[in-house]
């Protein structure tokens, strides 16, 4: 008797199963009945190399250039205002020329920057920095030597950081037209600095603690050397 219950008991719990089984899922749907697509299925969100506008997003790199060309033309601007204040105030005649070079170099060079960010997709600052412009302010209010040793110590400055960044922006970029722009520019604004760095030794004004390594031709040693 004892085992004809247990039996009895056992087939009872048989029977069970496929209703259990069937209450497990939350939507009522047998489990081996549950397909991946099937309605009512929350589906887990894929992942996208795109933006939300459906544009692929720039690489890394990509976007390091058109910083690297904002920058520079926007240092490029106030080069410009800064040499042209130079050659109607400047005192002595190396900085009155020292100044229009500034301005024909700098906007040659501009040019080429706003063909190079049409190229490469970026837009460029309409005026010069914060910096050259409280720069600029300071200058406009000196004279005579004063002005010319300001104007001198701020370009020496100036052109040390800006080679340092045109040639990080040659070696680092893996677009050649950025490389050729950032090439020429690295040349130009080095003949800048050998020049202004030797008008700055012949005044005795200090040079910054860390400087680029100058381009030295042959037979021609570097202004703080003579």
């Known amino acids: 008797m004892t085992r004809i219950l247990s039996m009895f008991v056992f087939s009872s719990v048989l029977g069970l199963t496929p209703t259990i089984l069937a209450q497990s899922d939350p939507m009522g749907i047998p489990a081996s009945q549950t397909q991946p697509n099937q309605p009512g299925r929350v589906q887990a969100p894929t992942t996208s190399l795109q933006d ?5 997003n ?6 390091k250039d058109k910083m690297f ?9 106030g080069d410009v205002q800064l040499g042209k204040l130079a050659s109607e105030k400047g005192a002595s005649e190396d900085v009155k020329s020292f100044g229009q070079k500034m301005v024909d170099d700098h906007t040659q060079l501009n040019k080429e920057m706003a063909e190079l960010a049409d190229t490469i997709g970026t837009m460029l600052p309409k005026k010069m920095g914060k910096a050259d412009q409280t720069e600029y302010e300071k200058l406009n209010g000196l004279s005579g030597e004063d002005f010319d040793k300001e104007y001198i110590a701020y ?9 340092r960044e045109f040639r990080i ?3 680092s970029t893996t677009d050649s037209e950025v490389k050729n722009v950032a090439d020429r520019g690295a040349r130009l604004i080095h003949d800048h600095m050998v020049m202004v760095d030797k008008m700055a030794h012949d005044r005795g004004i200090p040079m910054p603690g860390h400087r680029p390594k100058p381009e030295v031709s042959s037979g021609q040693m570097p202004p703080s050397a003579q």
């Open 169 to 171: 922006a040659s070696t």
């Open 52 to 56: 939300s506008s459906g544009a692929p």
């Open 58 to 63: 720039d690489t890394i790199q990509h976007m």
């Open 69 to 77: 060309v904002r920058k520079a033309a926007e240092g490029g601007l």
């Open 155 to 163: 370009m020496v400055k100036d052109h040390h950081e800006d080679l």
